[in-house]
């Protein structure tokens, strides 16, 4: 079972939020790190102690592996449109965007992004995918976004919003440190990421 933490921008949460899936699934999930020029995950489930990989080369295999598979892997995928990304998309059960919407930049990567959610699901059909909004910035790009994200919401269909994860100083000492990044606004993204991946 394989689920992947992406999004085509950097800085944007997606290491923080593989590290969040690990532990919500249990110390036997695998990391599977497909940046590993940054090997955040990697370098976070080391200190962890969950079992993980570096991804230098045959990702294609080792994801459509682990898809297949009974255990669990979360996959870290790096922030840009790549052969990796599109063997995340075609392989994942369930894939979780962090993103904070803000400005232009942000903007244009989620729209090449649910360009590429749409054509995945042409060889994935079941995939499900989930956002979760890592902070947010009070402009009027910001609250565009917002009401573009509120548009694309459509949990019937497999796409979701699950609300707001605000950008903690204490979270990111948590995955620095090798611990589970927990709080409270986490703990309430991820009673509504069970109740969605159930559906």
């Known amino acids: 079972m394989l689920i992947s933490s992406l999004n085509f921008k950097g800085g944007q949460g997606k290491s923080l939020w593989a590290a969040i899936l690990a532990g919500w699934l249990g110390p036997k999930t695998e990391v599977l790190d497909l940046d590993p020029q940054q090997g955040d995950a990697h370098s976070w489930a080391e200190k962890a102690g969950y079992p993980t990989r570096l ?21 870290d995928c790096p922030p840009l449109e790549s ?3 599109r063997a995340a998309l075609h392989f994942s059960q369930l894939v979780v965007v962090p993103l ?13 992004l649910v360009a590429a959610l749409r054509d995945a699901r042409g060889l994935n ?12 910035r009070q402009t009027a790009l910001g609250k565009d ?13 497999g796409q979701a919003v699950l609300g707001v994860v605000p950008m903690r100083v204490r979270l990111a000492e948590q995955f620095g440190a090798g611990e589970v990044p927990s709080d409270p ?3 309430d993204v991820l009673k509504k990421l069970r109740a969605f991946a159930q559906k």
């Open 185 to 187: 606004s986490v703990d």
């Open 145 to 157: 976004f917002i009401e573009m994200l509120k548009e694309w919401h459509s949990p019937k269909t």
């Open 83 to 85: 052969p990796e990304v």
């Open 100 to 112: 904070i919407p803000g400005g232009a930049q942000d903007a244009r990567a989620w729209g090449r």
């Open 55 to 75: 991804i230098w080369r045959d990702h294609k295999a080792v994801l459509q592996a682990a898809a297949a598979s009974e255990d669990w892997f979360v996959a």
């Open 125 to 136: 059909p079941g995939m499900k995918v989930a956002v979760v909004i890592n902070g947010y």
